[in-house]
């Protein structure tokens, strides 16, 4: 089986089919044009810089290409990236497609809406049911194919269900703990927390920001989507405003994109899983990359901080 980047280490080469993520043309120090490419295989993604680029190479390496590339890998500013040596577009010919370099979630699509089918199923509050039953089918295409963010955490396909199938169970256990807490609350929250991004986003592969995303972003959208379900389910009342809450809060703070910070405790303890559980993403698909007894590269969106990997888990893997 053919290596992929996330087991490359600094100093080897690499030669190998990739699909470009993302693609922005910068300008350098001398005036030349570059551009700033995230090349990606299933196991993960790398930055990768073309210098001197010229309008066909603008026109050709765009999202969602499919190239064939010869580099070394290397380590600028304790993150790992390929310097490029040869790049072309991949042909007919070379037989590759999309699928083989995209990430998938590690539960099927059917598995994971059989779990928030049944996490639905046990609310009992009838208004916060249906609300949530109606938003998830609506958009339940989409909801089970689009990643959970651009980049940092679960940015792969499939991703947003899977990190709602996660954050659900962790609010099962964390309420048999704290048996005071209202489920149907927090189930419904965590489903519709982020329910926004398939409009935020532009699809599930090479994902980036769409108008929508770009001038409103998820929270605003899903705030006014539940106000204009529950029009036409003709439910009133308190429930529609707290649910709206719970999504409103979830970021937290206002620098974080919240407008408002928890003041419900599901609201608090929807906006603990949810960082909670990105945040462990961001760790495994990071030390994934590491042998034991090595750092991981600097995670931005974790302080920028370099993850160790312990010795001892090289014992632990051989049992």
């Known amino acids: 089986m053919k290596k992929g980047l996330a087991h490359y280490k600094v100093g080897e080469v690499v030669d190998s089919y990739l699909m470009i993520k993302s693609s922005t043309k910068s300008t350098a120090s001398n005036g030349k044009p570059f551009l700033n490419l995230i090349l990606q295989d299933q196991t993960g993604d790398i930055d990768a810089k073309l210098w001197d680029c010229s309008p066909e190479d603008e026109q050709q390496y765009v999202p969602q290409a499919?190239?064939?590339?010869?580099?070394?890998?290397?380590?600028?500013?304790?993150?790992?990236?390929?310097?490029?040596?040869?790049?072309?577009?991949?042909?007919?010919?070379?037989?590759?497609?999309?699928?083989?370099?995209v990430e998938t979630a590690p539960l099927t699509q059917d598995v994971m809406m059989e779990k928030i089918t049944q996490y639905i199923f046990e609310m009992?509050?009838?208004?916060?049911?249906?609300?949530?039953?109606?938003?998830?089918k609506k958009y339940q295409d989409d909801f089970l194919k689009y990643p959970a963010a651009v980049k940092n955490h679960h940015e792969f396909v499939s991703g947003l269900a899977y990190h709602v199938v996660s954050?659900?169970?962790?609010?099962?256990?964390i309420s048999t703990l704290y048996p005071s807490l209202n489920?149907?609350?927090?189930?419904?929250?965590?489903?519709?927390?982020?329910?926004?991004?398939?409009i935020e986003l532009s699809g599930p592969v090479?994902?980036?920001?769409?108008?929508?995303?770009?001038?409103?972003?998820?929270?605003?959208?899903?705030?006014?989507?539940?106000?204009?379900?529950?029009?036409?389910?003709?439910?009133?009342?308190?429930?529609?405003?707290?649910?709206?809450?719970?999504?409103?809060?979830?970021?937290?703070?206002?620098?974080?994109?919240?407008?408002?910070?928890?003041?419900?405790r599901e609201a608090e303890i929807l906006h603990m899983i949810d960082n909670f559980d990105a945040k462990i993403n961001m760790m495994d698909r990071a030390l994934v990359k590491v042998e034991p007894g090595e750092f991981t590269e600097k995670i931005f969106p974790l302080e920028n901080r370099s993850l160790y990997k312990p010795l001892f888990e090289k014992e632990l893997a051989k049992k």
């Not at 489920?183 to 398939?198: A, C, Q």
């Open 183 to 198: 489920t149907d609350l927090l189930y419904s929250g965590i489903i519709l927390h982020d329910l926004g991004k398939v």
């Open 66 to 101: 499919l190239i064939k590339v010869t580099g070394d890998m290397s380590n600028y500013r304790g993150k790992m990236q390929l310097k490029l040596k040869h790049i072309r577009p991949a042909s007919e010919i070379d037989g590759v497609k999309i699928s083989d370099f």
């Open 206 to 264: 090479a994902a980036n920001y769409t108008l929508e995303g770009k001038l409103l972003g998820h929270i605003s959208i899903m705030v006014n989507e539940i106000g204009i379900i529950a029009k036409e389910l003709e439910i009133e009342g308190e429930e529609v405003t707290v649910l709206q809450h719970l999504v409103l809060s979830h970021h937290s703070k206002p620098e974080w994109g919240s407008p408002k910070a928890p003041m419900i």
């Open 124 to 136: 009992q509050n009838p208004n916060i049911q249906r609300i949530t039953r109606n938003l998830l």
């Open 167 to 173: 954050m659900l169970d962790l609010a099962r256990g």
